[in-house]
C-alpha cells in the first residue's frame, strides 16, 4: 500500500479547510518572518527594530531637554540623568544609526547589483538576531536596581569599573554592545561580500550604483575598525573581573585608543550609507545620472581608508596623542569629503528639480551636513578643541553630523524606498509637515548647542546653575526639541495612514536609476523574474539609459560642457 | 577620469586598488611613526591592515576561483530556526558573564537542541 | 569429513537443548510464552525509550535502595554523634540521621550509593514526565489506552510521594524543613487537618514516628504499589501493542517493528546499562544531598534557599506565590494560603491529567480506536494546551526558587514574587496561542511542500528573472504529511442534539485546520490507513461477509 506521488493537480492552492470556522493560514507567517532567510526581511527586520529604538532613545533625549529647558532642574536625579544620556547615546550609535545603515545595505544592496538574494543569508539572520538580542540586554540594565550603564557610550575606564560603576548595568551594556557589534560585523561582512562577488551578469564594479560603493566603503570601515571595539569591550569585562588593571595609565589610554580606532569610523559606517542614499535621491529627482560617480567612488575609498587614521583627534585633550599628526589627517579628510560634496551639488545644479518629499530631506542635507562638517573641521584643531572638547559644542557637532547630516539622510531613504519595500505610497502632505517640522526642529535644537558649548557649557551635566547664563539657549534647544517631537509624530501618523489606506505603488513610482526599480513593489522572495526582469546593464544608471533609448527620458538641458546631462 | 585607462590599470583592477589601499596606508602610518605615537597606536593600525589584507585576499581568491559576475546562485533557504535558537543560546550565555555561571544550564539546552536541529537536517541532505 | 562431524555435533546440541525445554515445558508455560512473545513486534522510534529510561532509573533505585536498607536505621531517638565526620562530633543528632552519615563516610561504597540512588530519584521523576509529555503529544493516551494512561498518572504521583518519603529519611535540616511544610499543609486542611497530622506524625511535630512510617512507606507500601502498577502497566503496552508512527506498511491495524528477541532484548538491556552508566557518572562526579552540611534537623531552626527536590518544587512555588489569606470560620480558622497552593492545586493538576483521555474525547468525538502516533503540529490545540500545562508547572517551579533568582539577579523579593504571579496567569494563555500559531504555520508548510516540494537553494537566471529549482518530497516525507487523523465530522442531527457548550469546543478545538491537498486516491488509502481495528476495512464488506456467510 503505497501513497505513490500523484501528478499535482493545476489547480490553485486552496485555504484551509477546517471543520468549523475557517480562517486561512498563511505558512510560516510570523515565524517565517523571525526565521528567514530572504535578505529583504531580514533588511526589514534590522530597519523596523533600529526605528523602534530609534523612538525609544529620542523620547530619552526629550526627558533630557525637558529637564535642560530650566536651570536648577532636577526631574530625574543625577543617577538616572547619567543612565539617560549614556542610553540615549550607545542606543543611538550601536542599536540605531549603524544597523539601520547595514540593514538598509542587507536590503538593497543585492537588489542594484541584480543578485537574487544576500551572499549568507543565515549568517545574516544570525547577525539580526545578535544585534536584536544584544539591544535587549543593553536596555534590560534599566529593570536592574543600580540602573543602566552610566559612564557614557564610550565608557572610559576607571569609571566604568566595577568600583565607580557597581551593579549589572554596565555589565549588560558590555555583553549587549559585544553582541550588536559582531552582529553588525556579520551583516557587513556579508553585504560586502555580496556587492564583490554576487554581481550579475553585466554588473561590472563600475556599474554598480553611489548607494552600494557607499555600503562597500562603509562596510570595509566595519571589518577593518569594529573587531577593535571587541577588544576594547573585552578589556572592559577583564577590568570588571579584577579593578586594579586600570590602575596603569597605559591602560586607560590604551582604552581610549582601542575604542577611537572603532570610534572614529563608525561615525563614517553611520555617514556613507545616508550619503549614498542621498546621492541617489538627488540624481532621480534631478533627472539625471549622479554627477562625478568615478570621482566619488574612487574619494569614498580613501574617505574610508584615511578614517581609519584619524582617531587621536577625540583624545587631544589628553595630552597623550600626537596632535600634529591626528590634526592633519583629520583636515585631510577635507579632500575626498568635498569631491563627494561637490559632487552632490553639482548633481543638483545640472538637474531639472522635482521636489517630492525625499528630495526634500536631500537637499536639506546639503547644507546641514556642511555646517557639522565644518564644525567638524574646526574640532580637528587642537587649539580650538581645547576649549571646546566635551562643552556642547562637541554635542552640536555630533548631532548636526549624525541627526541634521545622517537621519536626514534617513529619511529620505525611507521616503524614497518605501514605495518599493511595502508596495504602499506615503502621503505627500503629511511629508511635507514631517519634512518642516524636522528642520525647524533640528536647527532650533542643535544650533544653539555651538553657542552653549562656545560659552562653557560642558556636556553630560543633570543641570546647570541660573547664574551660568545658559538658561536662553537650553530654552530654545528644549523647543526645537519639541519640534522634533512633533515631526516623528507626524512621520508615525504617515507611516500609519499608508498602511491604513494602502494606496499601491508601481515598481517605479519615481522614474528611478537603479536596478531596484525594475524589480516589483514590494520584490519577489528573488527579487527578478521573468515578467519584471534585470533590463539590460549599460551603466550605473540602466534604467535612465533605457528611458533615454526609449525617448521617454526629457532631458533638463545640456551642461556647460555641451553633454546631455 | 578623462583620456584612455591604462593597460595595466585594465587588466587588473583589484590588484591596483588592493596596492594603491597599501600604499597609502604605508604613508600615513610612516607618518605617524615620524610624529612618534606610542607603540599600542602603531599596533592597532598594523592589525586593522592585517585584518583589512585578510578580507582582501578572501576576496581575491574567490575571484580566481569563479566568474566575477553570475547567473547561477546558491542560495540556501532553510534553517532560519536553528540560527534563531543559536543567537538566543549565545544571548543567554553572553548573560552568564552578567549573572554567573548556572545560566549555562539555561544557554546549554538552547544551543543542544539548535545543533541537533542543524545534524539532523544536515544528515536529511537538505540545503 | 570435517563438515559431517560439525553437523553431527550442532545435531546432538540441538537434541539436548529440546529436551532441556522439553522438561521446563511440563512444569512452566514455556511454550506459550514464547509463542506470544519471541518475536512480539516493537515499534523503533528514539521516543518509545522514554518509559524505558523511568523503567530502568527505577530498577537502579531499588537495587541501591535495597543496599542501602542493611544500613539505614530508622530511629528518631537523638544521641550525641561520633561518627567519622569530625565537625558534627558531640551534636545532637537522630540515629537516622547518624546511620545516614555512617553510610556516607564509613561504609564501603556507602555514599556512591547514595548519591546514584538519590540521582536515581531525580532522573526517575523526570523520565516519567518526559515520558507522560510524550504520550499526550502523540495522542497515545487515546482509546484503547485510557486505563494505561490513569495508571501512568497514578505511577507519577506516587514517584513524588516516593521521592518525598525517600529524602525526608535523614531526618536532616532541609528535609525536615520540607516535612514541616508538608505538615503545615496537612493542618490546613479543613476540619479533619489537625486530626491528620496528629495521625500521620503520631502527635505534634515532629515527633518520633515519622521517620519509621516514612521509611516502611518508602520501603514496602508504596514500592510495592509502585511495582505492582509498572507490571500492569506493562503488560497493558504489550497486551494492547505498542503505538508507531505512521509510515510505509505501517497503519491503524499493524504493528511494525523490530522482534523482541534478540533486537528489542539487546536494546533495552544496552539502554538499562547506559541509564545505569549515566547515573552512576552523576553519583560520582556531581554531588547531590550533602546532609552533613546542613545538619541534623531542629524544630526551631530553618534557612533561606531551603528549596525541596526539583519534581515538589511546584508545590513549593504555589506556596510562596499564594497571598496571605485565612478566614475564622465558627472558631475554627481556615489557612487557605497553604490549602489552595498544597492541596488544591496539586489535586486539580492530577485531577485534569487522570481526566484528560475522557475530556478530549468528549469534545472531539473521536471515539475510535487509534494505534498510530499523532505529530504534534497536526493537534495544534492539544499540543497548545499541554505547552500551556507545562508552562503553568515551570512557572510554579520557578517560583519556587524565587529567593535564589532574587539574590542572583539583585531583584527584591517582593518584585520576584509578582512577576511570578503574573506570570503564572499570562504565561500559559501566551504560550497556548504561540503554540497553536506554530503548529498551525508548520502544517501550512508542509502543505506548501507537498505540493511544490522542498527548494534546492539552485538559483538560475531565466530570462532575466530568477527561478529556484524545486525537488519533489520523497515518498516517505510525502506518506508522514499526508497521513494524519481526520477529525469526526459532526453531522446535522449530532450537532442539533449535543448540547451548545460541547458544539463550541468542538469548533474551538477543531477550529483551524490545514488540509493537504489530496488526491481522491490518496484520500481513499489515507482512510484505509486510519481505519481502525473494529471497523471492516472496506465500507460494506461487513454486511458483505453476513451476506456471503448465510
Given at each position: 500500500m503505497t501513497l505513490a506521488p500523484d501528478p499535482p493537480a493545476d489547480s490553485p492552492p486552496q485555504a484551509a479547510q477546517p471543520t468549523g470556522a475557517s480562517r486561512p493560514v498563511r505558512p510560516a507567517s510570523w515565524l517565517g518572518w523571525l526565521t528567514t532567510t530572504d535578505h529583504k526581511r531580514v533588511g526589514l527586520l534590522t530597519m523596523a527594530t533600529a526605528m523602534v529604538l530609534f523612538f525609544l532613545m529620542g523620547v530619552l533625549a526629550l526627558l533630557m531637554r525637558s529637564q535642560l529647558?530650566?536651570?536648577?532642574?532636577?526631574?530625574?536625579g543625577s543617577s538616572m540623568y547619567n543612565q539617560m544620556f549614556s542610553i540615549h547615546g550607545s542606543g543611538m550609535i550601536y542599536m540605531v544609526m549603524t544597523p539601520f545603515a547595514i540593514g538598509l545595505g542587507v536590503y538593497l544592496v543585492p537588489l542594484q547589483i541584480g543578485a537574487p538574494a544576500v551572499a549568507m543569508p543565515r549568517a545574516t539572520l544570525f547577525g539580526y538576531w545578535l544585534y536584536a538580542l544584544g539591544a535587549v540586554l543593553m536596555l534590560s540594565g534599566f529593570a536592574m536596581p543600580t540602573g543602566a550603564h552610566a559612564d557614557g557610550w564610550f565608557s572610559y575606564p576607571p569609571m566604568a569599573s566595577s568600583t565607580y560603576s557597581p551593579g549589572d548595568g554596565t555589565p549588560l551594556w558590555i555583553v549587549g554592545v559585544f553582541m550588536a557589534t559582531v552582529g553588525a560585523l556579520l551583516m557587513g561582512w556579508a553585504v560586502l561580500w555580496t556587492a564583490l562577488r554576487k554581481r550579475a551578469r553585466g554588473m561590472t564594479m563600475l556599474r554598480m550604483p553611489v548607494f552600494t560603493w557607499s555600503m562597500i566603503a562603509a562596510t570595509l570601515m566595519v571589518i577593518g575598525a569594529f573587531p577593535s571595539l571587541l577588544a576594547a569591550l573585552v578589556m572592559l569585562a577583564v577590568g570588571r573581573a579584577d579593578p586594579t588593571v586600570f590602575d596603569s595609565n597605559a591602560w586607560n589610554i590604551g582604552y581610549q585608543h582601542l575604542f577611537w580606532f572603532y570610534g572614529h569610523p563608525v561615525v563614517y559606517v553611520m555617514f556613507f550609507p545616508y550619503l549614498g542614499a542621498v546621492g541617489e535621491v538627488l540624481a532621480v529627482f534631478s533627472r539625471r545620472r549622479f554627477f562625478g560617480y568615478k570621482g566619488t567612488v574612487i574619494s569614498l575609498l580613501v574617505f574610508a581608508a584615511l578614517s581609519m587614521s584619524v582617531w587621536g583627534h577625540h583624545m587631544f585633550a589628553t595630552g597623550q596623542a600626537t596632535n600634529d599628526y591626528y590634526s592633519l589627517t583629520s583636515i585631510a579628510l577635507l579632500v575626498p569629503a568635498g569631491i563627494e560634496y561637490f559632487a552632490l551639488v553639482g548633481t543638483v545644479l545640472g538637474g531639472r528639480l522635482v521636489f517630492r518629499t525625499p528630495m526634500l530631506f536631500a537637499l536639506a542635507f546639503i547644507p546641514q551636513f556642511l555646517i557639522g562638517g565644518l564644525t567638524g573641521i574646526m574640532v580637528g584643531t587642537p587649539a580650538l578643541d581645547y576649549h571646546v572638547t566635551d562643552s556642547y559644542f562637541i554635542v552640536a557637532h555630533l548631532h548636526y553630523v549624525l541627526f541634521a547630516g545622517s537621519a536626514f539622510g534617513l529619511f529620505a531613504a525611507l521616503y524614497f524606498w518605501f514605495p518599493k519595500v511595502t508596495g504602499l505610497m506615503l502621503d505627500e502632505r503629511l511629508g511635507r509637515v514631517h519634512f518642516t517640522l524636522m528642520v525647524i526642529g533640528t536647527n532650533l535644537t542643535f544650533l544653539p548647542m555651538f553657542g552653549l558649548g562656545y560659552l562653557g557649557m560642558p556636556r553630560r551635566v543633570a543641570t546647570y546653575p541660573e547664574w551660568a547664563g545658559f538658561g536662553l539657549l537650553n530654552l530654545l534647544a528644549s523647543i526645537g526639541a519639541g519640534f522634533l517631537a512633533a515631526a516623528m509624530i507626524a512621520f508615525a501618523l504617515n507611516l500609519q495612514q499608508a498602511f491604513r489606506r494602502r494606496v499601491p505603488a508601481p515598481a517605479d513610482p519615481w522614474q528611478g536609476n537603479s536596478l531596484e526599480w525594475a524589480a516589483p513593489s514590494p520584490p519577489p522572495r528573488y527579487n527578478f523574474t521573468t515578467t519584471h526582469p534585470l533590463p539590460p546593464?549599460?551603466?550605473?544608471a540602466p534604467l535612465l539609459d533605457a528611458r533615454m533609448r526609449q525617448g521617454r527620458h526629457r532631458a533638463p538641458h545640456r551642461t556647460p560642457n555641451g553633454e546631455r546631462a | 577620469m578623462s583620456g584612455p585607462v591604462p593597460r595595466w590599470l585594465r587588466r587588473h583592477p583589484g590588484a591596483v586598488v588592493v596596492g594603491g589601499w597599501a600604499c597609502l596606508n604605508a604613508v600615513l602610518l610612516g607618518v605617524l611613526t615620524a610624529y612618534g605615537e606610542s607603540e599600542l597606536a602603531l599596533l592597532l593600525w598594523a592589525d586593522a591592515f592585517l585584518v583589512l589584507v585578510l578580507a582582501c585576499c578572501a576576496v581575491l581568491v574567490s575571484c580566481s576561483r569563479g566568474p566575477l559576475e553570475l547567473t547561477r546562485y546558491r542560495v540556501p533557504s532553510t534553517g532560519g530556526a536553528v540560527v534563531l535558537l543559536t543567537a538566543c543560546g549565545l544571548a543567554v550565555g553572553g548573560l552568564m558573564f552578567v549573572f554567573g555561571s548556572w545560566l549555562a544550564a539555561l544557554a546549554g539546552p538552547l544551543l543542544l537542541v539548535a545543533a541537533v536541529l542543524a545534524l539532523r537536517r544536515r544528515s536529511r541532505g537538505s540545503v | 569429513m570435517l563438515l559431517l562431524r560439525r553437523k553431527a555435533r550442532q545435531a546432538r546440541r540441538r537434541e539436548r537443548a529440546l529436551g532441556a525445554s522439553r522438561v521446563l515445558d511440563r512444569r512452566l508455560p514455556l511454550m506459550e510464552a514464547g509463542k506470544e512473545l519471541l518475536r512480539k513486534a516493537f515499534p523503533d522510534h528514539w521516543s518509545f525509550l522514554l518509559g524505558e529510561i523511568a523503567l530502568y532509573s527505577f530498577l537502579v533505585l531499588v537495587l541501591t535502595g535495597s543496599y542501602l536498607t542493611f544500613f539505614f536505621h530508622p530511629d528518631m531517638a537523638e544521641e550525641p554523634y561520633h561518627g567519622a565526620y569530625i565537625p558534627l562530633r558531640g551534636v545532637n543528632a537522630s540515629e537516622a540521621y547518624a546511620s545516614v552519615l555512617r553510610i556516607s563516610f564509613e561504609i564501603r561504597g556507602g555514599q556512591l550509593i547514595r548519591q546514584i540512588h538519590h540521582w536515581g530519584a531525580l532522573v526517575f521523576v523526570a523520565a516519567i514526565g518526559i515520558h507522560l509529555l510524550r504520550i499526550f503529544f502523540t495522542g497515545a493516551f487515546r482509546r484503547p489506552r485510557e486505563v494505561n494512561w490513569i495508571i501512568g498518572v497514578t505511577l507519577f504521583g506516587l514517584s513524588l510521594l516516593e521521592g518525598f518519603a525517600g529524602y525526608s529519611l535523614p531526618d536532616d535540616l532541609l528535609s525536615g524543613t520540607g516535612l514541616r511544610t508538608f505538615q503545615g499543609i496537612m493542618v490546613s486542611i479543613p476540619i479533619v487537618g489537625t486530626y491528620v497530622s496528629f495521625f500521620v506524625f503520631g502527635g505534634?511535630?515532629?515527633?518520633?514516628?515519622i521517620v519509621p512510617r516514612l521509611f516502611i512507606s518508602h520501603v514496602l507500601f508504596i514500592p510495592g504499589l509502585l511495582i505492582a502498577l509498572i507490571t500492569v502497566h506493562l503488560f497493558l503496552v504489550v497486551y494492547l501493542k505498542h503505538t508507531q508512527w505512521p509510515g510505509k506498511g505501517r497503519t491503524n491495524r499493524n504493528v511494525v517493528g523490530k522482534p523482541m528477541v534478540p533486537q528489542y532484548t539487546a536494546k533495552s538491556i544496552g539502554l538499562f546499562l547506559a541509564v545505569f552508566g549515566v547515573l552512576t557518572l552523576l553519583a560520582a562526579t556531581l554531588q547531590i544531598n550533602p546532609i552533613w552540611t546542613y545538619g541534623p534537623y531542629r524544630a526551631d531552626q530553618a534557612s533561606i534557599n531551603s528549596q525541596p527536590d526539583w519534581y515538589v518544587g511546584f508545590i513549593e512555588g504555589s506556596l510562596r506565590l499564594m497571598p496571605q489569606a485565612e478566614t475564622r470560620l465558627w472558631g475554627h480558622t481556615v489557612v487557605w494560603d497553604a490549602f489552595i497552593p498544597g492541596v488544591v492545586i496539586p489535586s486539580l493538576l492530577l485531577l485534569v491529567l487522570y481526566a484528560y483521555p475522557f475530556l478530549e474525547r468528549w469534545v472531539t468525538g473521536n471515539w475510535k480506536e487509534h494505534h498510530l502516533c499523532d505529530r504534534p503540529r497536526d493537534q495544534p490545540t492539544r499540543t497548545g494546551l499541554g505547552v500551556a500545562g507545562v508552562t503553568t508547572y515551570a512557572v510554579l517551579l520557578g517560583a519556587g526558587g524565587q529567593d535564589v533568582l532574587s539574590v542572583l539577579f539583585t531583584w527584591p523579593i517582593e518584585s520576584m514574587t509578582w512577576i511570578f504571579r503574573g506570570a503564572f496567569f499570562l504565561a500559559p494563555p501566551l504560550a497556548f496561542w504561540l503554540t497553536r500559531r506554530v503548529c498551525l504555520g508548520l502544517q501550512a508548510q508542509d502543505r506548501v511542500r507537498l505540493r511544490a516540494?522542498?527548494?534546492?537553494?539552485e538559483v538560475e537566471q531565466v530570462a532575466g528573472g530568477y527561478q529556484e529549482a524545486r525537488t519533489p518530497l520523497a515518498g516517505a516525507e510525502q506518506h508522514t504529511i499526508l497521513v494524519k487523523d481526520v477529525p469526526p465530522r459532526l453531522t446535522a442531527d449530532e450537532a442539533r442534539r449535543t448540547g451548545a457548550l460541547r458544539r463550541r469546543l468542538y469548533f474551538w478545538y477543531y477550529g483551524e485546520r490545514v488540509e493537504p491537498d489530496r488526491t481522491p486516491k490518496q484520500r481513499r488509502v489515507v482512510k484505509k490507513i486510519l481505519?481502525?481495528?473494529?471497523?471492516?476495512?472496506?465500507?460494506?464488506a461487513k454486511e458483505k461477509q453476513q451476506a456471503g456467510g448465510k
Open positions: 529647558a530650566q536651570p536648577g532642574q532636577n526631574f530625574f546593464l549599460t551603466s550605473n | - | 505534634q511535630f515532629p515527633g518520633h514516628e516540494g522542498d527548494g534546492t537553494g481505519t481502525p481495528p473494529e471497523e471492516p476495512e472496506e465500507p460494506g
